[in-house]
């Protein structure tokens, strides 16, 4: 029993000096120095975001000089950052404004005016036991952001609320979690300064008991969503993607295909502010079944690097989606 424990601790030793010395590297140009994919996905930035420990969501602001995901563990997850300066990319930090409660999901919309995100953390007297969702919002101040504030009623107040996306003309998409856990996607269309009263996607988009995590396109001609459940997935969750057209129909939802959806989970989308390239959580992995004996420095090699069975970052043109569109 000692002897495994001592083990657990080296590698959780070895886990957070990986990730140290990763964060004292010098990452340099747009993109953290990647080239970017074509049409085949690759690991996000695998030397500096994507190291083998549980990251999820992706957000640029819209001149990709300043960067946000998540960081998350079994009991916590934070918004770390990182930011271009002289073209030099600072250490990964925990944002200023997260880091005690469970925050998730960062989105800043399509001019970088406002910066939305999901957390647990109490509204007044409410919540102070952290057991419901709420988005929040901070507006830019220029020179960073203002404190967070709830986004209210009609999004917030009505259950568990995930994923906010907003498209150019304001209008928010987001996940309600219903009776029975039941996940579905819904729009709040933004008018005279407002949001009106949530409108929950037709049926051939909201097509099971769990789709969530939606993702809309700037110009709100598709989403992105997971969806678990389905006939044609190929794993637990997968992407997939419907088009809307000028008047307001939705197509069917289409996979996204075995390139990018895996025998894995695949639940957090995203679009880089140009919209061209698609950014996306997997799990993909686990770690091969041994062929072999392995030895000690072999397992920890394995377990330091992405595909390890933990949630990392990929990118792919989003040319892949727009060849979907019927």
Not at 105 to 111: G, L, R, T
Request: aromatic share 14%; net charge negative.
């Amino acid at each position: 029993m000692k002897r495994f424990l001592l083990i657990i601790v080296t590698m959780i030793f070895l886990f957070t000096n990986c990730a140290q010395q990763n964060n004292e590297k010098i990452i340099t140009g747009p993109y953290f120095g990647q080239t970017p994919p074509g049409l085949t996905p690759e690991i996000f930035a695998p030397e500096f975001i994507s190291t083998g420990l549980n990251v999820r969501d992706a957000a640029f602001t819209p001149d990709g000089k300043e960067f946000y995901f998540v960081l998350r563990g079994n009991y916590m997850s934070a918004i770390v950052m990182t930011k271009m300066i002289d073209g030099k990319w600072t250490p990964l930090e925990v944002a200023p404004f997260s880091g005690l409660y469970k925050d998730i999901e960062p989105f800043i919309n399509h001019d970088g005016s406002k910066f939305y995100f999901v957390s647990n953390r109490p509204i007044g007297e409410e919540n102070m036991d952290g057991k419901i969702t709420n988005i929040w919002v901070m507006d830019s101040t220029g020179n960073g952001w203002s404190e967070p504030y709830p986004i209210g009623e009609p999004i917030n107040g009505h259950g568990m609320v995930f994923f906010p996306t907003v498209a150019k003309s304001g209008n928010l998409y987001f996940t309600r979690r219903g009776e029975n856990d039941y996940e579905a996607i819904y729009r709040s269309k933004f008018i005279d300064g407002k949001y009106t009263e949530p409108e929950k996607l037709p049926d051939n988009v909201n097509t099971t008991d769990a789709q969530f995590n939606s993702f809309i396109s700037p110009d709100e001609d598709f989403l992105i969503i997971p969806v678990y459940g389905r006939d044609d997935s190929f794993g637990e969750t997968d992407y997939y993607v419907t088009f809307r057209d000028e008047n307001d129909n939705w197509s069917d939802i289409i996979n996204l295909g075995d390139v990018i959806n895996t025998e894995a989970s695949e639940y957090s989308p995203s679009l880089t502010p140009d919209g061209k390239y698609f950014i996306y959580q997997s799990n993909e992995g686990p770690i091969p079944a041994f062929e072999k004996r392995r030895t000690y420095s072999e397992i920890v090699e394995l377990l330091s690097g992405p595909k390890n069975g933990s949630s990392n970052l990929y990118w792919v043109s989003t040319e892949l989606i727009h060849k979907l569109k019927p």
